[in-house]
C-alpha cells in the first residue's frame, strides 16, 4: 500500500486549554526554530526507509501550527516535497487559533502553498470561550474566518464544541446558527470530552466541574447533526459534517485504514500493518534527531483481532460504514441481537456493509464493540437463526 497522508505534529501554543490533552507546550517559542529544523531532519531520516511516492494529504495539526511563522511551514514543506512528493491536487491543511492568526499570516500561509484551514473556534459565545479558556472572543473568531477569505483560502473548516458544562442550549444552538452562516466548506462539532490529566479532570475530581448527562449530551448531539444537516453539511463521520466533495481527504484516510507517517513530537503513524510512535519529550526528541538518532518510542503489530476491531470502531463512525467479509455478513444476518439493533433503528445491514441508522449516531462507539463482541463470540460458520 503506498503512503497516503503525512501528519505533522506542531506543539507550540499560545495557552493551554484546560479541556485539551493533545501534545502542547507554551513559552518556549524560542525553540521554534530548532524544532523544525528537526522536523526536517526526522522527514530526511524517514525518507530513507519509505519509498518516495507522492503524497496525497500533508497535516499540520497540533498544538498550534499558526503559532509558529509561516516560512518555518514552508521549510517543512519543502522537505516533505524534496522527500516524498506532492500529489499536483495535494491537500495541504494548517490547524488555526484564531487568536494567533491574522490576513498577513494567512497570505504568507497560502503563498507557501497551504491550501486548507481547520480554524478552532470551538464557540461563537463569548461566556462559553471564557469557560474554556480560549484566548479568543467570538468577534476574534469572525474576523479570523473573515481574514481566511481575503488570503484566497476557499476549503475551511470550522470546529465547535457542545456540551461545555453551564453553557446554555440556546448559546450552543446560536453557535452552530453563526457557524452556518459563514458558509465555511466543513464543519467538525466534538462533544467535550473530560480527558485526563487535564485541568477540566482535575476540577471534575474536586467536584467544581458538573459535566453534561449523556441524555443531555445526547439531545445536544441530535439537535446539532439534524441542523447542520438541514443547512447541507452532509455527515461523513460522527463528528463531521462537509459541503458536497469536501470532506477532509486525510481524516478519511486514517477511518479508511489507509497509510499515513507522522513527524514530531508525540506523533503517530500505521504503515505495512504496523503503528509506531514518537517520544513525547520535546528536550529528549530534539537531541535524538540531533544526535541522528531516531525518536521512535514504541512500535506494534496489529493483529487480526485489533485489525478487525479498529475496522468496526473507526469504520461504524463513517457514512460509508463497515465492509463486511461474507463470514461477517451471514453471522449478521442471522443474529438476534443484530435484528434487535436494526429494529431499534441503530443499524442498518445494506448489502455487504454495516453503517449507523439515525438513532445508532449518538452511541456508535458502543455499537462497534457490541458487533465485534458479537462477531467474536460467533464460532465460524455456524450461523444463528432467530
Ligand atoms: C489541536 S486542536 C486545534 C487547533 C488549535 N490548537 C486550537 O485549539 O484552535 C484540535 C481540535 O480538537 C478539539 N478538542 C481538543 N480537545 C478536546 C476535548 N477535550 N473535547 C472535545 N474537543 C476537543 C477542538 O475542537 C480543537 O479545535
Ligand atoms: S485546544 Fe488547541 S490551543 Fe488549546 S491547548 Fe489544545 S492544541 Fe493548544
Redesign the pocket.
Known sequence: MALHGLYIHIPF?????P??A?S?LRGVDHLHERYVLALCNELCARGETYQRNPLQTVFFG???PTQIDPSLIGQVLETVDRVFGMCSDVEITV?A?PGTVDLEKFSHLRSVGCNRLSL?VQSFDNYALKKLG?VHSSEEAIRAFSSAREAGFSNVSIDLIFSVPSVSEPAWKGSVDRAISLQPEHISAYALTIEEGTLFAKREREGMLVVLTEDDDAIQYDWTRHRLMSAGFGQYEVSNFAQDGRESRHNLGYWTGLEYLGVGLSAHSYIGGERFWNISDIESYLQRVEGKISPEEGRERVDGQTARRERFWLGLRTSQGVLLTEMEQEILKHNCRMASLVDAEFLRLEHDRVVLADSGWCRADGLAVELTDLLEQKPEGTPNVC
Open positions: 501554543c499560545p495557552q493551554i486549554c479541556y485539551c493533545f502542547s497540533g498544538g498550534t490547524e487559533n478552532g480560549r
